[in-house]
């Protein structure tokens, strides 16, 4: 099969479209025939292995899976012996390490059956972000009618949130471009933010909540736009250095949370079938906005990272694999 993988790290150069052998599944385990893959940041996180941190896990010198993405959406090929929700031919999305392939591995705990209302692009770009998205507000505690700061909410994970939290009846402030703020406006935001152009102190205070997808905005000046009782969300480790980049913050929040009465907590997403399920209902309701603006062929999987990486990708991007 064809696949997109990696030898080392590094910039987007070190990704090439090669052909390997076919994926072995488990007792446990679905084969799926990718149709699509979606982009998101944890597919830069491994392919450059930083902030180094992430090496830890994933491989010090090399990644241990080569082939990149996650997010995907397809058709069952075949099922493990112990697989008791999926047979053959059934359309699915879900996470896997691998998913830049014609065929990806998938545990059954981490894909669900694809909504007829959710088309396989829409669906391949749900997985990582939705669930992200879901798990951060989630954690937030914040509740219909309160306030919600997204910072970085034109991105994947962003808009998801933006969507999820207007569902949810609270009261959105997104931060973004202004390139991308009739797009973020368009997803349910009251106010939309031109970082740009509009200066931290003008943002606003009061918020219950602060979901920072950005993470280059240091603590000091997060809390001051927050409640007393509010709570800040870190998601993904953007900036703040090459070793364990913003997870910085996060540390720092759990340091000093005896002495503070806002809580800062780091998120790191689990994919699992509850908010895989929660998440696809979401987006079959009726005002629910598709967040795919960009689409590339399997080929040109490689302009799709640099470009995300350039910051020329509005809401999600996916990578074509079948028809």
């Known amino acids: 099969m064809k696949a997109i993988v990696q030898d080392r790290y590094g910039e987007a150069e070190v990704l090439r479209l090669e052909d390997v052998p076919m994926p072995t599944i488990g007792d446990g385990d679905v084969l799926v025939r990718v149709r699509a893959a979606g982009l998101e940041r944890g597919v830069w996180h491994l ?184 709570t800040i969300v870190i998601i993904g480790a953007e900036n703040g250095g090459d070793w364990i980049g913003s997870f910085t913050r996060g540390l720092t929040g759990l340091a000093m949370g005896p002495f503070w009465r806002q809580k800062v907590v780091s998120l790191l997403a689990v994919v699992g079938g509850e908010d895989l399920s929660e998440v696809a209902k979401r987006v079959c309701g009726e005002n629910w906005r598709r967040v795919v603006g960009h689409r590339y062929a399997l080929a040109d999987a490689v302009k799709a990272v640099q470009d995300m990486q350039d910051g020329l990708l509005t809401g999600k991007a996916v990578i074509v694999v079948r028809g």
């Open 47 to 230: 392919m450059a292995g930083r902030p180094y941190a992430v090496r830890l896990a994933f491989g010090l010198s090399s990644p241990k899976v080569r082939i990149r993405g996650v997010d995907f959406a397809g058709t069952v090929e075949a099922v493990g012996k112990l697989v008791t929700r999926f047979q053959v031919g059934d359309e699915v999305f879900g996470a896997a390490r691998g998913a830049f392939a014609e065929f990806v591995v998938a545990k059954e705990s981490q894909i669900v059956t694809r909504p007829e209302a959710v088309s396989v692009e829409e669906a391949a770009a749900l997985a990582v972000s939705g669930c992200t998205a879901l798990q951060a507000l989630r954690r937030s505690g914040v509740k219909a009618g309160q306030k919600v700061l997204v910072i970085g909410a034109s991105g994947g994970s962003g808009a998801m949130a933006v969507q999820l939290a207007v569902a949810m009846g609270m009261v959105v402030t997104g931060v973004c471009s202004g390139s991308k703020a009739e797009f973020v406006r368009g997803l349910g935001a009251e106010r939309v933010i031109d970082y740009r152009h509009e200066g931290c102190e003008t943002w606003g205070r009061g918020y219950d909540a602060i979901l920072d997808l950005a993470g280059s905005r240091p603590l000091s000046v997060l809390r001051r736009m927050l409640k007393e009782d509010g």
